[in-house]
Structures are given as C-alpha cells and as structure tokens.
C-alpha cells in the first residue's frame, strides 16, 4: 500500500490486521500484475514517424520546439506608449509561456516513447500498489495502461486468444465505442454501424496517414486505429473465429459512483438512470439531468426570470456532464459553480455578461435534480458526510474496513509548521500529514464520502479480477474500466455483475455503521457530549428503498 501522508497510521493499522484478512487484496493485486505486457509495433511506428517530422498535438503528439510561436521582433519606437510596451511584454510573455509548455510536453513523450521503443519486442509485466483507499494504480508511472489514449495505443496484452464465436463482433464494438459516435445506440446499432464503416475501417488499417482517415475523427484516435488494425487483421484472416487477438477489449461503468449510491440505498429511480435495470438502450444520467435542468429553467423563466430566459438553448449533456460526474465524489457547490462557467465560457455565442449569474443558477438547479433523481444517493452522502464531522470533532480520523478487509483510514490533518530560523533567513516547514496534529475537520467530512465510494469500487474490481482469474481470463482495470481478451467480453461481464450484486448484497451501511460506533463510540468516552451525538448520527442509518439487485445481472448496459 502507498501512501505519502499518514504513512505511520496505515502501517500500524496493517501491522495489527490479521494476515488472512488480506489476502483476497492481495491476490488481487499480485494477479493484476501478473498480466503480461507487450508494445503494439505497427502503432508505434506511425507515432515515432510524426514525432520525428513536425508532430502532431490534435493527435497527442507533441510538436517540437521549433514550431513554437515566435515572440515580436520588431523594436518599438523610442516613443512608444506604455499602453504599447505593456501588449508586448504580454505577447513576449505568452509565446515564452508556450514555448516552455511545448518543450515539457515534447520532452515527456519523447520519454515515454523511448521505454516503448526499449521495450518493443519483449514481454514485460506492470506490478501493481495501492492507495489508502484501497484503489490500484501500475507502480511504473511512465508507461502503462492508466495513461493517455496514446500511451493506451501502444499496449496489448502479450499471451493472446483465438476470437471464438462472438470476438469479432465485440472487437468491432469497441471500436465504435472509442469513435464516441453511437453513445446512446443499442450494442446492435453499434455493430451494424461498425460493418457500415468497413470500408473505412480497413482504409484506415492500410493506409492511416494517406487514406481517408477515418480514424483520427474519433474521441479516442489512437486506440480506434489499433483496433481498425485488428479488426483487419481478423477479417482477412481465413477463418477470423480462430485469429489470436492480443487486443484488450474495455467494459466501462455507467457513472459508476452513482451507480454504488443506487445500489446502496436501493434506489430504484437512480438505478434506472445509471444503468442498474435492464433495457432496450443504454441511460444516460448526464442527458437526464440536463432535461430536468431544463424543466425548472422553463417554470422559472415563464415566471420571468431574467438568467433563466438568457439560458434557453444553452443547457446541454456538456455543460452538466463535469459536475454531475463530480458531485458523487463531493464536490461542493462553489466548484460545480467552477466547472459550469468554465463550460458556459466555452459557448461563443453565450452572453459572458451572464456567466456569473448563469453559473450560480445552474449549479443550483444541477444540484436540485440530482437530489429529485437520487434522493437516496444524498441521503447517504449526507450520513457520510456528518458522521465524518462528528468523528473528526472528538479528535480522531475516520476509519473503516472495506468489504475485502483492507483497513482504511484519512490521512487528512492539521498543518503542522515549524520555523527554523538561520544567520541569512528564515525557513518554514509545513505538513500536512503530521499525526500529533488534531485532525482538518472539514477534509475529513468533505473526503469521507468519496472515499468511501472509492473503497466500494476498489472491493467490486477485485472481486471481479479474482473471480476472472479463477475462470481462466486475462483482466486488468483502470479503476471503474475493466479490460479482456475480446473472446472473454461475455464471460467477464457476468462476472462483473454477479460481484456487484455480491458486495451490495451485504449490509454494508449497517457493517459501517457497527464498526464506527465500536471504533468511536464506545469504552470510557461514551459518556462525552460528542461521542453522544455523534453515537446518535451513526444509528440512524439511511432507509433504502425497493430496488431489486438482481436485476443488474440481466442489465446489457450496466458495464458496456
């Protein structure tokens, strides 16, 4: 387990936790990084060619410095005004600004491009930690699978499998996932669409950088190349059911945060709108979210106010999807605020005059839906959230076990800051991880909840990477995104359901709440006025509703 801050906490949690109670994190971890690796050749060819000539950032390759702007080289007039001396200062410091961007970025993949070379034709394996929270991340940090869609690109699994029955049929919707174009399609749409665009997806296979380039329309280009590339490959072969593809195929989750609220408060409205019930077509919260938005803009503006009647025809799945996205993992209001004006900033022809306003009311309204949607979800966000409080409070940090038994606790304390003073001057040494400090209350509520939900997603990935391994499947993650052999899509999708019913099958509010009142509640500070609050918030567990579990292992679209 890594962990920079409160490493001395973590370890003698770890140090006091019965060994056996490990071991399923553990396996998890060792089978995670028992994947072996190789370097996709034919992509890395292409990507070295355009690195070599002038780059190309539209595609994620960095240009070189020689294609930097170039600062003003004309001299100013002796008496030019200061208006005029302070715009060049600022061009002079915008192309300098650029320049060092240009040259960081050049440098860093010029890095990464050099492992992928060294490691061209050989197997090799990306070990695996954890964070506190139980989340797994490559110990490599240059090159691996958590990186950008280039970096993805360049990697395959190096054991491959025969594509079987149904291979083809998933590499081809993988592709059009990647394309972004089909998002609320049926995986039949996709397919269909994907043999419409043969053509084009062998042209790009054949001739990437010459052709049509089809391709480099896509969300994700490099991987939607890479997969142009197999798919050729396995339809020219003669019999494309036994060509061995080494292509990691993604299974990603539906706004997967909201999808554990859902599950653990059995919330069968927000279910529905991540994707935990079956259906005819994938559900999309962001649109949803977005459409109830523009429900309360329409009363509002009918009663004549003034924001809401500028905003008509600006709310959109963009201008909501960053703050939807976020409030699971407890974003305040004043950084959802943050994130809508970025958007609306975006828009050229929204009135910025109105930004300000805008922002502050829609925040609002995104915040009213979501608590119309998933009632539940902030309900238990909110027993997270002041249980935190409370334990933070009496003085201590928040602690919990996850599902898989790994201990957990918050890292997060007071600044700790030491003045040295010396003969020339003085230094200050801050901390923020010092144990002897009482702990920073409001990042301790402010981070339980996410946390939380983190440890929850960690524990359903392991589950699923235990359970694929014991059934014969190659699987890595990158956290809520799980990756297989296209021959195995099937299988692993079962299996990602089935554990997911199996760890919100138990009472996991009820076991959370069990172990804080023991851990914080009990012995001789019981008697505290505190600890008697906080024993009070800590039994009253959220109430759940009706949604049915097993309805997610029939749900196409829950992992798609």
């Given at each position: ?539 009253s567990v959220p109430k759940t509703g009706t949604f049915n579990l097993e309805q997610v292992k029939h749900s196409t679209y829950f992992f798609s």
């Amino acid at each position: 387990m890594r962990s920079v801050e409160g490493t001395m906490q973590h370890q003698r949690l770890l140090e006091s936790c019965p060994p056996t109670n490990l071991h399923g994190a553990l396996d998890a971890l060792t089978q995670l990084g028992n994947c072996a690796w190789r370097v996709n050749g034919r992509v890395l060819d292409l990507v070295l060619t355009l690195f070599n000539e002038k780059g190309c950032p539209r595609l994620g390759v960095p240009a070189p410095a020689s294609e930097a702007p170039r600062p003003p080289e004309n001299r100013l007039p002796a008496g030019a005004s200061p208006e005029r001396k302070a715009e060049l200062r600022r061009q002079l410091a915008r192309c300098l600004k650029v320049a060092r961007e240009m040259h960081s970025l050049r440098t860093d993949a010029l890095y990464r491009l050099s492992l992928a070379q060294h490691l061209r034709h050989r197997v090799f394996w990306l070990p695996h930690n954890m964070d506190f929270r139980g989340r797994t991340y490559p110990c490599p940090p240059h090159f691996n699978h958590l990186g950008s869609d280039l970096a993805r690109a360049l990697l395959e699994f190096a054991h491959g499998r025969p594509l079987g029955p149904h291979g083809l049929d998933w590499l081809k919707i993988h592709l059009v996932n990647l394309t972004g174009l089909k998002k609320h399609e049926s995986l039949q749409a996709r397919l269909a669409f994907a043999d419409e665009m043969m053509e084009k997806i062998l042209d790009s296979a054949d001739q990437p950088m010459m052709g049509q380039k089809w391709w480099m329309e896509a969300d994700e280009p490099w991987q939607a190349l890479a997969c142009c590339m197999e798919i050729a490959q396995a339809v020219r072969a003669p019999d494309p059911t036994a060509y061995v593809s080494h292509f990691p195929v993604h299974q990603d989750g539906s706004c997967n945060g909201l999808q554990h609220y859902a599950a653990l408060g059995r919330d069968s409205v927000g279910a529905a709108s991540v994707n935990l019930t079956p259906s005819d077509l994938p559900q999309d919260v962001y649109s949803s979210v977005a459409a109830q938005v523009e429900v309360f803009r329409r009363q509002d503006a009918e009663q004549g106010v003034q924001v809401a009647q500028v905003l008509e025809g600006f709310i959109s799945r963009k201008v909501v999807k960053q703050t939807v996205m976020t409030v699971v993992y407890g974003v305040t209001r004043y950084g959802g605020r943050l994130q809508i004006e970025k958007r609306l900033r975006e828009i050229s022809n929204f009135p910025q005059e109105f930004v300000w306003q805008a922002s502050h009311y829609l925040v609002r309204q995104v915040f009213n839906s979501l608590q119309e949607m998933f009632s539940g979800t902030r309900a238990i966000q909110h027993w997270l959230a002041e249980s935190a409080r409370l334990i933070a409070h009496t003085g201590l940090a928040v602690e919990w076990v996850t599902p898989l038994g790994i201990p957990i606790i918050q890292p997060y304390h007071r600044d700790s800051k030491v003045l040295i003073n010396g003969g020339i001057q003085s230094l200050t040494f801050s901390s923020t991880g010092d144990t002897s400090q009482k702990p920073n209350i409001l990042k301790q509520k402010n981070g339980f909840p996410p946390n939380f939900i983190h440890s929850l997603d960690s524990s359903h990935m392991m589950l699923t990477a235990l359970h694929c391994y014991r059934k014969g499947l190659t699987f890595v993650s990158v956290h809520d995104c799980f990756w297989t052999h296209a021959a195995d899509v099937t299988i692993m999708n079962q299996v990602c359901r089935e554990q997911f019913v199996c760890l919100h099958s138990q009472p996991i509010l009820h076991d959370l709440s069990r172990f804080l009142v023991e851990r914080f509640c009990s012995g001789p500070r019981s008697t505290n006025v505190r600890v008697a609050r906080l024993l009070d918030m800590l039994l009253s567990v959220p109430k759940t509703g009706t949604f049915n579990l097993e309805q997610v292992k029939h749900s196409t679209y829950f992992f798609s």
